[in-house]
């Protein structure tokens, strides 16, 4: 196990753990499986689906072998993260117009999203180190699973968001679970400069997406829906593009089922952004080399608001390595799609829709085709964000094709019966 | 299987099904586990943890033999419920002054309540009946649980509440999942009495705490602990008690686990009510035997806010089976408890915390030993009242011990340092 630089090809010790290398690139963790004996490990995560008390009932450290082998077992916390249904339902079928989509619903972790898989890695890399202070710059999902993970292991977790626009609501979970969320002065580079220049000093663990551990556990996402389906994965994933470092853990932990032999083919991933925050999608669809960031972006799925996303490199290699495509949808779009997840009895969060509203218009158009199979990573839950949902529900306009207002009726048969 | 009036005595057969005797009084379901092998069937629950992709997955149809024995396989629903988390947390055990507490955290139910256990079971009876309208009367837990399971089905819900005083907040899961919800002139009590009048030529299976069916689905929370415990159950039990029906079914369990042979002694059972709503916690105080309706009950827990439990009789027969004990705390201690359990990297609703205040108070107070062992559990899911967490940690009053603020800070070492 060492860091590698995605830029200059540089390797580090993972002794010296650092966040960047040195040319400033982006590191990720590599692994050497070649010592590894697939049929015992696939023996080995089949029996542990049975545990429940251990650390290993969880569906991120059932696959420690290809995670983070070298931890030792006393620094394995876990909150029963993962072990996600993996759900089948024809309504969604019927509006996507294709053969089988399954939806992995990420929503059911412990904080309500995909972000657990990867930060219960990262913080326990951090408490391996022996610290004790986790820090991240984000009022999303990211904030409250590392504040849930931060307080079930003692730790305080310090959370920085710039005091301009900050929406109270978004940071209520966190706050719940006692991190420190600190309103500065500034932008959001701002606060992720000052995090890698102090961390040292003030002994933080940055968790930002950077972090290459997060990377490692999010692999576990993949590895669980081949468990599921026994290792025999459908034609395509499909995951939403925000800050893509879900792409590039979807890629990584591909790769390494294929590389081990647990799996014979390669599924093609396709990533879904939100028309006003899509410059992965341009940069792909325009062919260029380099990312464009938005500088405004602008979309109703506030996970996927983000104009410069920096693992777009790591999320290109995947597109690379799966032939992958890119497709952007519109607000309304997202919002239908999720209406109709919401009313299959699964529910989401607005980016998580993106992923069947995607796949929809990649059917419509030909890209996909109707007798394919999919599974769409829905990536959080539905309670995230109910602001959303009273706009669409009791505030609808023309665009709400599935709106379902409040009834007020007399309470009799008669009444009743016509509803 | 049999209904069994736990009034008059009456029995009817499954097949006569009914949500009321004719006497009027509440109906239990009776089940003959005489001819059932206790060791095949632990071997049985063991082997299907390591189910993922078949109803047995589920943490309720993996008791199935005890819940539903005679329900075919094709009408089994199940959405990944059950599983839930049992954490043992030495801040929680601290701050209550005990040797052990385990917290059981149903909130990391599907759509976030312990009400999902037994929701599952009255849906998939009512569609085995050739149902698909299902309806109850609640604006909480109990209508979004019964809004997923009906949408998962492609059944229809109706919620009916009250057009007074009805807090949108409260229904937006509820809608969200596809719930017809009809906002009707008048009072809880007259909108139970039309269902229970014309559920039949409405078509309409009912869904409230009454239905016999959910109290069999509830009782696998106490199974699973048990399992999970490996069949030694620590030597407390603690549960919110609102509409009561949980503590009926945490009884009926125990007493299957007991008359199994799964379990050698039953633990001791502790119900705790909010101050302000609690007429069972008055009546088994005060020696009565007749509960007194609290008329205007009040608590900022409103899953407790109940001030008729239909269930008290079943709850008062769990206290006799038990030699348990009842208990009420205030709001103050309800949300100075769930502060803790959130800020411990938990997480639940108010009323999931009256668990660990009321603890802590009988601990207090001696009736229950500090070097004895317990598992609170944990109802429902923090994310369901945003609400109650901007109040205490914002607008923060003396009473609020742990509230946890927003900080306004500059960006540079020297304010950071001493957060």
Known sequence: MQLHCIDCDSRYSISDFKYACSCGGLLEIEQDFKFLDSEYLKRKFEQRLSD??????????????????????????????????????????????????????QSENPSGSFKDNGMVVAVSHGKSLGLDKFTCTSTGNTSSSLAMYSSLTNSQSYVFVPDKNISLNKVLQTISYGAKVIAFEGTYDQGIDFLEKYSGELGLYICNSINPFRIEGQKSIIYEIAQY??????????????ALSNVSALGKGLGDLYELGFINRLPRVAVVQAEGASPFHQMISKNKNELQPELQPKTVASALNIGNPPSWKKARNTLNATNGITVSVTDDEILNAKAVIDQSGIGCEPASASTVAGLKKLCESGQIHRDETAV????????????????????????????????????????????
């Open 52 to 105: 429940r008390m251990t650390p290993y009932a969880s569906g991120v450290w059932r696959y420690k072998e290809l995670i983070f082998p070298e931890l030792e077992d006393r620094f394995l916390i876990t909150k029963n993260e993962g072990n996600t249904g993996l759900y089948d339902i024809e309504r969604v079928n019927q509006y996507v117009g294709i053969k089988k989509i399954w939806l992995k619903s």
């Open 229 to 242: 389906l026994r290792w025999e994965l459908p034609d395509w994933i499909v995951v939403p593009g925000g």
């Open 376 to 419: 769409c990573i829905l990536t959080g839950n539905l309670l995230k964000d109910t602001e959303v949902l009273r706009q669409y529900h009791l505030e609808c306009t023309e665009n709400s094709l599935f709106a379902n207002p409040l009834i007020k009726s007399k309470l009799n048969i008669e009444s009743i019966k016509h509803l």
